[in-house]
């Protein structure tokens, strides 16, 4: 039954789950999807003309860190859940390294009140694991973040035993799997040296180690963080072969970037773990094809402008804004399917996560969705980072508006117009 509360999109086309394009109009009838709807469009009905654009699911971002509580000055849930919107994302998962890093039930209880109140997308909250206390799990997360090396005042987790007690607590875990033993010194040579693959390779070891520790069916689910390249995913094959529960993440700056591009802008790309080769880059492109990398994140890891120019920058770059203009435009591009980018973009995640409303475009589901048009101009910059890191990537498309359980919530009014 169509009502004057509902909203239709007319002048679309829409992306299936299994990657064809169907033509509009969609009705968001109470926050749900109504997909080619043929009924009539009541007279007083809210409509917005989409003008041939096209409307793809919203995205999962699995990995953000919006720096609440206590960095809100870097970034804060509003700006970055809005840079969020912009990039046609709907849920994001924000990472735990906190001040104070959010390690307990409580500090994750707190947390999610600060988000329920200030964040315009759907989300879920990771608790970090540490190297001590017990380990209580908080209820309703995404799951625990492990860092194996350093990323808030929580000493990392180094040691197999410890790893394993983690495993067998919490039913998903995320790894930043960089070894902080292998480490060198922030004053010896360039960034990639300092944090060098083997870092990584060793951390793995420690990964897979804990897992069989563990009998199969007390193993966690596990996420490997951020792939940069080789290593990972000669580890991600071997170990999904031997049907470890594991899946992989990757994000835009590595497959658009290099150690050299690094070198050449200096701590704007200082990243951890940090850009690898060309190579380590093309083998990427080749594993979000063939299935070894599940979904795409952004790491969105703002700081200030003012940080990033000083004598020892913090590492991390952002890229909420542009995951969707990215995703559409490898499919547009035919570098990937558009199957491939609903799978890469939020269906994989969903699953992983468990997430609702996020499988793709589908009859009767939650109207979590962003329209795409043509990019003429440079896209917004919203986050406090103040820049985009792959400025010359060339968007086809930008985001002119994204919904959110059927309502809009966001719409580049400079440049559209003519949304409404
Ligand atoms: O580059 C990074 N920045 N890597 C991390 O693991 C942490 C992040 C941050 O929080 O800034
Ligand atoms: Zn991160």
Redesign the pocket.
């Known amino acids: 039954m169509t009502t004057s509360d509902d909203l239709w999109l007319i002048n679309v086309r829409w992306v299936s789950v299994d990657g064809t394009h169907q033509v509009g109009p969609i009705r968001l009838e109470r926050g749900r999807l109504a997909l080619g709807s043929t009924a009539e469009i009541p007279t007083n009905a809210k409509v917005v003309d989409g003008r041939g654009g096209l409307v793809f699911p919203g995205l999962v971002d699995p990995h953000v ?1 919006l ?1 609440e509580p206590g960095r809100a000055y ?1 970034e804060g849930i509003a700006n970055g859940t809005a840079a969020a919107l912009a990039g046609g994302v709907t849920t994001v998962l924000d ?1 735990p ?1 906190d001040q104070p890093p959010t390690t307990s039930p409580g500090l994750v209880a707190a947390k999610k009140r600060r988000f329920a109140s200030q964040s315009v997308t759907h989300f879920r909250l990771f608790q970090q694991a540490t190297m001590q206390g017990p380990t209580r799990v908080a209820t309703d997360i995404a799951g625990a973040k492990v ?1 194996l ?1 350093r ?2 005042s929580a000493a990392p987790v180094t040691t197999v035993a410890r790893l394993s007690r983690i495993f067998a607590a919490f039913p998903l875990v995320a790894i ?1 799997a ?1 070894l902080e033993e292998h480490l060198l010194a922030p004053t010896a040579g360039p960034h990639h040296l300092r944090r060098p693959v083997a870092a990584l390779t060793a951390g793995l070891t420690l990964v897979e180690e804990a897992l069989r520790r563990l009998p199969a069916g007390r193993r966690p689910r596990l996420v490997l ?2 792939v940069t390249g080789h290593a990972e995913l000669a580890w991600l094959r071997r170990m999904k072969s031997e049907g470890f529960d594991v899946w992989g993440e990757t994000c835009p700056h590595y497959l658009l970037l290099t150690q050299d591009d690094a070198v050449a802008a200096g701590a704007a790309l ?4 940090p850009l690898r080769n060309a190579q380590d880059r093309d083998a990427l492109w080749a594993a979000l094809q063939d299935g070894t990398i599940d979904f795409l994140a952004t ?1 969105h ?3 200030t402008p003012a940080e990033k120019a000083s004598p020892l920058p ?4 952002p890229g909420l804004e542009w995951l969707g203009p990215f995703l559409v435009t490898l499919a547009i591009t035919g570098r990937i399917s558009w199957r491939r980018a609903v799978e890469l973009g939020c269906a994989n995640a969903a699953s992983c996560y468990d997430l609702t409303g996020h499988s793709g475009l589908q009859e009767g589901c939650a109207a979590n969705l962003a329209l795409y048009v043509d990019c003429r101009t440079a896209l917004p910059v919203l986050t406090r980072a103040g820049y985009c890191p792959y400025p010359d990537f060339g968007f086809a498309v930008r985001v002119a508006a994204t919904f959110l359980d059927g309502e809009q919530r966001y719409c580049n009014h400079l440049l559209t117009g003519e949304l409404q």
Not at 270 to 273: E, G, I, K, R, S
């Open positions: 860190h720096r870097k990472m390294n860092y090396a990323a808030s930043h960089e963080c951020h200082q990243v951890n773990p790491d890891a703002p700081h913090p590492s991390g770059v």
